[in-house]
């Protein structure tokens, strides 16, 4: 009676703590308020000099937004550079106001009233002039036509100038926007972008673009240098600015950060094509490989086994002569790096078609049939030389021996080193983004070039080459247990 | 016993045989020339190095002779543009190891090469098979695979392979020698019912017994020459040349 009321109290104490986890959980996760740690590091990158800009030139402000203060920093710049800085977002600011502060040759910066093609638009308000610095306040505001959702805001701000303007818009996809919704489908906010200390010459912002992811919020500025120096341009890279926000929405980090990655602008199209062009290149370049392989073992392990037994004449001479050219074509293929020869299919044998799908599944193909020929040749070389008699001694010549003899025996036996010679080869195939081809890593690429994430496009691509390695694993198991069941080894 | 029917023609005819090894430094025929009637139960005995196995496998080409030549059934085989695969079909050959194909059943073991070189209907194949295998008492094992089976076993299938081909010669290269003791009886008289069928049979094997049994003839090799030859009776009571005596004394 006293231990189960014991036992009891335990489970009971058990599940009441079990549920007060949970509870906890699901509040940090969904419900969490967050509080903001900026911790920065700011990058300056010129041509050839990189900047680090510490972390106590950025603060948060009284009215709960984010400033950024630059230290100061000797540049050299020359040539062009372009110019941005990622901020993290503060999850219940109304609006992120920057200040961007940079030590330079003077410039002269004008910013333009703007919209994006997602409703977003900058009114450019007052302009402070003071000496060398300009401080732009911009009024922006957004206009949510689907009545979205409650998202915070997140800016990102890509300042184009000039002629530059085009080159650099290609780089930057315009990223949607969303905004709060307080009840209406209408938001404002003030965002004031200030240059301070290096504004001589006159130039012209072309083009401001704002858009919103939901971590990081750039303002890229691009300047041009008309007199000074020819079409220069700064460059300002601003990046792991480490926001922690504690304990609240790592779920809503994760999600935003899928949803980016595979979701918007159905990206992941990009893994699933990569996904058949992998696929693709493999199997085509391996059938090839096989094919290859095996004729370049047939004839080095006929002229190795019969060329002592063979009449001299013109059948040896061939024959001679073929095992010769394989030979260097196991030496060249083997010493080399698959890399370099795809690149020579690519870039010399393939020049004028430049078609890299075609060029990688050649290169893939020849290269895998090197690999597969040495496979084939021990096979071969391993089969009983009792069996190559008794299939003579019944009649059956040279050719019709191997089909019907030998082949089927060495295929049993080196079908475990052809698996994992056909596995190397999908993972090999990943250099093919070198050629122009989008396969499966390059895909993941293309996406991390967009969205500047490398979490979740490379764990996704190293999960799908890891499904596809584990299914033909699978595959060549249940192959070679029927292939095994025909032979009743005791 | 086996009766010469066509004394006049040798089924198979050797002359001035040689073979050389390792580029001419062993020379493991060194002139051989013998006759094989249509019919005959030859035996070859001689201890081991003495070429026996060598002057076998030249009768088929297993191995090209170095000079000389093998006439089977009056074509000089040796000679080229011979297409030998042909003539081996004719020539059934029994192998120390057996080299039955690991991969197939007995059955298809038998029937691959009728079916696939002379084009015979896979059923009839099968049915002939069979009746074959019936004979040495392994139809049950029909559709087992060669791993399956002993030794003695293996030896009568393999026997059986090499007849299903119909050939007009079998060749046994030392045919009980890979053999526990108890599975040598078993094959030898799957060999003894052959002879007296009327096969024409070259043996090389170190079974005395055999030879006398139901050898025509025996034959004793040493050093890649053909010592001597005769009647059993000649060879095991009245051997001229002192190395047979000597061989024989060794071993009887």
């Keep these: ?490 | 016993m086996s009766t010469e029917r066509n004394p006049k023609a040798p089924l198979i005819s050797v002359r001035g045989l040689e073979k050389h090894f390792a580029g001419g430094s062993i020379k493991a025929l060194n002139g051989v020339d013998a006759d094989i009637m249509r019919g005959e139960v030859v035996v070859v005995i001689g201890p081991s190095g003495s070429g026996k196995s060598t002057f076998l496998r030249c009768l088929n080409l297993l191995d090209r002779p170095t000079r000389g030549s093998v006439i089977f059934e009056g074509t000089d085989i040796t000679g080229a543009g011979v297409n030998i695969n042909l003539h081996r079909q004719r020539m059934g050959m029994v192998f120390q190891h057996f080299n039955l194909f690991p991969h197939m059943t007995l059955l298809k073991n038998m029937t691959i090469a009728p079916v696939k070189l002379k084009g015979v209907p896979k059923e009839e194949a099968e049915r002939e098979a069979l009746e074959l295998l019936e004979r040495v008492g392994l139809k049950d094992r029909a559709y087992a695979y060669p791993n399956q089976l002993s030794g003695g076993q293996k030896q009568r299938v393999a026997i059986m392979r090499a007849l299903c081909m119909h050939p007009d010669v079998m060749l046994f290269d030392e045919p009980t020698s890979a053999l526990d003791p108890e599975m040598v009886g078993e094959v030898l008289d799957v060999m003894k019912n052959l002879a007296r069928s009327g096969m024409t049979m070259v043996v090389v094997t170190h079974e005395m017994g055999f030879a006398r049994e139901v050898g025509d003839r025996v034959m004793f090799m040493d050093g890649g020459r053909l010592i001597e030859q005769g009647t059993p009776e000649e060879i095991f009571t009245n051997a001229q040349n002192p190395r047979t005596q000597s061989f024989l004394s060794k071993i009887l």
């Design chain 1, 1 to 490: 009676m006293k231990t189960s009321v014991k036992r009891a109290l335990t489970v009971s104490a058990c599940v009441l703590a079990a549920l007060c986890a949970f509870a906890y959980l699901v509040y940090a996760l969904f419900f969490g308020a967050g509080t903001l740690k900026v911790a920065a590091r700011y990058r300056l990158l010129a041509v050839d000099k990189e900047y680090v800009i510490d972390e106590k030139d950025a603060h948060i402000g009284e009215d709960g937004l984010l400033y950024v203060t630059g230290g100061e920093y000797e540049s050299e710049l020359s040539g062009r550079g372009f110019m941005y800085e990622t901020l993290r977002y503060l999850p219940d600011a109304k609006a992120t106001v920057l200040t961007a502060h940079f030590e330079s040759e003077g410039r002269y910066v004008k910013l333009a009233d703007v919209s994006s093609p997602s409703g977003f638009t900058a009114r450019k308000g007052a302009e402070d002039r003071d000496g060398d610095s300009l401080t732009t306040q911009f009024d922006l505001s957004y206009k949510d036509k689907k009545n979205a959702s409650q998202e915070p805001v997140l800016l990102t701000v890509y300042a184009y100038m000039g002629d530059e303007a085009a080159v650099l818009q290609d780089g930057f996809e315009p990223a949607t926007f969303t905004y709060p919704q307080d009840g209406s489908n209408k938001a404002a906010a003030k965002a004031k972008i200030s240059f301070d200390g290096w504004i001589k010459q006159d130039g012209e912002v072309t083009q401001v673009l704002l858009s919103s992811p939901y971590e990081s919020a750039f303002i890229c500025a691009e300047f041009t240098c008309p007199e000074n120096y020819d079409a220069a341009l700064l460059q300002l890279h601003v990046f792991e600015t480490v926001s922690r926000i504690t304990p609240g929405k790592q779920l809503h980090k994760l999600v935003y950060q899928f949803k980016l990655n595979f979701l918007d602008d159905s990206r992941w199209e990009y893994l699933l094509k990569g996904l058949a062009t992998t696929l693709l290149i493999t199997l085509a370049s391996g059938c090839m490989g096989v094919v290859l392989g095996a004729l370049v073992a047939v004839i080095r392990s006929t002229w190795e086994k019969n060329h002592e037994n063979m009449r001299p004449g013109i059948g040896k001479s061939c024959l001679h002569f073929a095992d010769k050219v394989c030979g260097v074509y196991l030496t060249v293929i083997r010493g080399t790096p698959v890399m370099v020869q795809l690149l020579i299919m690519y870039l010399i044998i393939f020049a004028q078609a430049s078609n890299g799908t075609v060029s990688a599944i050649l290169a893939f193909g020849i290269n895998s049939g090197a690999y597969v020929a040495e496979i084939v040749r021990g096979g071969i070389m391993s089969i009983d030389n009792g069996q190559f008699e008794a299939g003579a001694s019944l009649g059956f010549g040279y050719p019709q021996t191997m089909i019907h003899i030998i082949m089927p025996q060495a295929f049993k036996n080196i079908l475990p080193s052809l698996a994992n010679e056909f596995i190397a080869l999908l993972k090999e195939t990943s250099v093919s983004g070198y050629v122009a081809v989008k396969d499966l890593n390059k895909g993941g690429d293309i996406i991390r070039g967009v969205t500047y994430s490398p979490f979740m496009p490379l764990i996704a691509v190293a999960l799908i080459y890891l499904a596809v390695v584990m299914f033909f694993t699978k595959l060549v198991s249940l192959l070679e247990r029927r292939l095994r069941s025909s032979e009743h080894r005791t």
